[in-house]
Antibody, heavy 115, light 110 residues
Framework: EVQLVESGGGLVQPGGTLRISCAAS????????MYWVRQAPGQGPVWVSR????????RYADSVTGRFTISRDNAKNTLYLQMHSLRADDTAIYYC????????WGQGTLVTVSS | VMTQTPPSLSVTPGQPASISCKSS???????????LSWYLQKSGQPPQLLIY???NRFAGVPDRFSGSGSGTDFTLKISRVEAEDVGIYYC?????????FGGGTKVEIK
């Protein structure tokens, strides 16, 4: 069974830094493209970032380009999102996703940016 | 852009419901598959997969849920709405980046 478990969320001050993680199990993690999607309170989901299986290619939404970095450690079956210069509008639940062959979502981790 | 309608639905239990999702571009990929999925998000929970690749029901999803469509126009149908079906329904395309979602349809029971 595919399992994606996010962790590392919390309260951070504006301008601060946070790294969230997604532990994957139940599948060959190193073979799959992985994604981060976030959902602000009361809003719909929004795509944040994507990484290829070997980590060589990454893409970002315009709103996070230059501030967020997606990465992965295939030996640890773990996906990461390093977030810098956090703003209030980055407050959201962050989900990691595998989309093929069947979409799978984690339970999410809440990131709150507030002073 | 994914345009989802209606934004809300109030349905009598046992009655059908239908949600539309229209894409600004074809969701048919070069591998012959169409990457459109449907989710239900219940209060306080992550989105749960109902349908993937237009019409494939995910394991454990009741057969009262069905998906149809092609190209740019898609529909989720619930043949007989039950109380447990309340929540917000989203369509999502993953034919390319950025992944995009419909604006959501809030379903409530009359």
């Amino acid at each position: 069974e595919v399992q994606l478990v996010e962790s590392g969320g919390g309260l951070v001050q504006p301008g601060g830094t946070l790294r969230i993680s997604c532990a994957a199990s139940g599948f060959s993690f190193s073979n799959y493209w992985m994604y981060w999607v976030r959902q602000a309170p009361g809003q719909g989901p929004v795509w944040v970032s994507r990484i290829t299986p070997d980590g060589s290619d990454t893409r970002y939404a315009d709103s996070v380009t230059g501030r967020f970095t997606i990465s992965r450690d295939n030996a640890k079956n773990t996906l990461y999102l390093q977030m810098h210069s956090l703003r209030a509008d980055d407050t959201a639940i962050y989900y990691c996703l595998r989309l093929a062959p069947v979409p799978s979502w984690g339970q999410g981790t809440l990131v709150t940016v507030s002073s | 852009v994914m345009t989802q309608t209606p934004p809300s639905l109030s349905v009598t239990p046992g009655q059908p419901a239908s949600i539309s999702c229209k894409s600004s571009q074809s969701l048919l990929y070069s591998d012959g598959k169409t990457y459109l999925s449907w989710y239900l998000q219940k209060s306080g929970q992550p989105p749960q997969l109902l349908i993937y690749e237009v019409s494939n029901r995910f394991a454990g999803v009741p057969d009262r849920f069905s998906g149809s469509g092609s190209g740019t126009d898609f529909t989720l149908k619930i043949s007989r709405v039950e109380a447990e079906d309340v929540g917000i329904y989203y369509c999502m395309q993953n034919v390319g980046l950025p992944l995009t979602f419909g604006g959501g349809t809030k379903v409530e029971i009359k």
